[in-house]
Structure formats: structure tokens, C-alpha cells
């Protein structure tokens, strides 16, 4: 199993990337809005960013969202699929990034979803 994150700079996908998941057999995740660093610093009028700094950062999409789900291993090329597919080429700057974490215990799953197959027995 893998914790699943994805870092997502283009928010107007966010459905259709959510739709993707789903559609590729990915039971469920968490939606966390959040904010990148030099955006926040932006915000905040940090002294830590002169002028010059701000204006290589781009912070007019000052806000992401952060998707994490639990996944089993033979699901990840299937949602880098789904990232190409609904997000784009992830080295292009304000897009997003994948990554996985591998797992070794997980509890709290619906009783009734069968982690390997799906609803039902």
C-alpha cells in the first residue's frame, strides 16, 4: 500500500482529476485546500522576499489543493495516467506534484469495502 499525495497547483481540474481517480478505481481521498510557501510569504509581505524575488515567483494562483488517498501499489501507474491525462507533464511549472509514501498499516477502512476488489464480498 502507498499514501498517495498530490499537490495541485491547477485547481481548475480538480473535478475532472477527482472523476479520473474514481473512475480508475480509487475508492476515496481527502480534498485539503493549502498554499504554497512563496505565496504565503507573499501574502504576508514578508521581508524575507525582496521585491525582486516576488516578481520571479507567481503567485496570482496563490492557492492549491492537496488530494491524499490510500492506495494499494498496482494503482500507481494507473493515477499517473490520470495525472498525465487531467493535469499535464508535472515538470512544467504550475501544474502539481506526485509522490508516494509506502504504507504498513492502515486501519479505519468501511468494513464492507474490500480493500483488493472493491464493495461486496
Given at each position: 500500500?502507498?499514501?498517495?499525495?498530490?499537490?495541485?497547483?491547477?485547481?481548475?481540474?480538480?473535478?475532472?482529476?477527482?472523476?479520473?481517480?474514481?473512475?480508475?478505481?480509487?475508492?476515496?481521498?481527502?480534498?485539503?485546500?493549502?498554499?504554497?510557501?512563496?505565496?504565503?510569504?507573499?501574502?504576508?509581505?514578508?521581508?524575507?522576499?525582496?521585491?525582486?524575488?516576488?516578481?520571479?515567483?507567481?503567485?496570482?494562483?496563490?492557492d492549491n489543493r492537496t488530494i491524499i488517498s490510500v492506495i494499494r501499489d498496482d494503482q500507481l501507474e494507473m493515477v499517473k495516467k490520470v495525472v498525465e491525462a487531467t493535469i499535464g507533464d508535472l515538470?512544467?511549472?504550475?501544474?502539481?506534484?506526485?509522490?508516494?509514501?509506502?504504507?504498513?498499516?492502515?486501519?479505519?477502512?468501511?468494513?464492507?469495502?474490500?480493500?483488493?476488489?472493491?464493495?461486496?464480498?
Amino acid at each position: 500500500m502507498k499514501l498517495m499525495v498530490v499537490i495541485l497547483n491547477k485547481t481548475d481540474v480538480l473535478d475532472v482529476f477527482l472523476e479520473g481517480l474514481t473512475a480508475a478505481g480509487i475508492a476515496g481521498a481527502t480534498i485539503i485546500e493549502s498554499a504554497g510557501l512563496a505565496a504565503t510569504l507573499a501574502k504576508l509581505d514578508s521581508s524575507f522576499l525582496s521585491a525582486s524575488l516576488r516578481m520571479i515567483f507567481d503567485t496570482a494562483n496563490d492557492d492549491n489543493r492537496t488530494i491524499i488517498s490510500v492506495i494499494r501499489d498496482d494503482q500507481l501507474e494507473m493515477v499517473k495516467k490520470v495525472v498525465e491525462a487531467t493535469i499535464g507533464d508535472l515538470s512544467k511549472p504550475n501544474t502539481g506534484i506526485l509522490f508516494t509514501v509506502p504504507i504498513d498499516y492502515v486501519d479505519g477502512f468501511n468494513k464492507n469495502y474490500n480493500y483488493y476488489g472493491g464493495y461486496g464480498g
